[in-house]
């Protein structure tokens, strides 16, 4: 398979738009550590909050990196935008107008596999991209680039209890399998981990939402 762009193009994309929407990506880490706090402390307003950071997540992402951005160098890039823009409204509708996302952290594979592709999305990240050389401004940020965020969303939506809709997880997953195509394709190997949450995310809700504790005790 063939690329209409090279690695250089890729990265040069978003050097551009990164140094147009500073100081977005700040606010983007704010955001996501304004969720996890609140998961946290358990507190109420956590799905609202949460629902509202990944909304603007998702609608950043799908108009003003692929729609704006990625689009200048591939066309398939206008599919991409009205994916994460559906994301980003069926989000906003769900745990908004619906008020459908609550959080609590148990001991089951849910919260291990949410709380680690938080951590991943988060921190790991960004250290492999720079121990692999995409440095600031050329190279994807948490919260404003789609790999980082879908492994996020990911996250985020696993640590729900009662269980997000499993249509908030459709799009993310055919996004890992899209965008981990630039681990293979590109060389971005950081976006390995947006296969494996995909594949995780996946096995996490096989498996039953209640935790051991309460398993034994019924």
Do not use: K
Not at 91 to 96: A, D, E, N, R, S
Not at 100 to 109: E, N, P, T, V
Not at 152 to 158: N, P, Y
């Amino acid at each position: 398979m063939t690329l209409p762009f090279t690695i250089a193009d890729f990265l040069q994309v978003f050097a551009a738009y990164n140094e147009a929407i500073w100081p977005l990506q700040i606010l983007a880490y704010l955001g996501g550590a304004a969720v996890i706090g609140l998961i946290a402390i358990r507190s109420r307003h956590a799905g609202v909050v949460a629902a509202a950071v990944l909304t603007a997540m998702w609608l950043l992402n799908g108009i003003g990196y692929h729609l704006v951005f990625f689009s200048a160098i591939n066309r398939a890039a206008l599919l991409f935008g009205a994916l994460f823009v559906a994301q980003g409204v069926l989000i906003g509708w769900t745990g908004l107008a619906r008020r459908r996302l609550q959080f609590a952290l148990r001991a089951d594979a849910a919260t291990v596999v949410g709380a680690t592709a938080v951590a991943y999305a988060m921190v790991v990240y960004p250290l492999l991209g720079w121990a692999f050389g995409h440095v600031y401004p050329a190279s994807p940020v948490f919260g404003v680039a789609p790999c980082p965020t879908t492994i996020f969303t990911f996250g985020i939506l696993l640590l729900a209890r009662p269980a997000a809709p499993l249509w908030l997880f459709v799009v993310p997953v055919i996004w890992s399998a899209i965008g981990g195509s630039a681990a293979l394709l590109l060389g971005v190997r950081e976006d390995f981990g947006l296969i494996a949450a995909g594949i995780a995310a996946i096995l996490a809700l096989m498996f039953p939402r209640r935790g051991l504790m309460e398993r034994t005790a019924t």
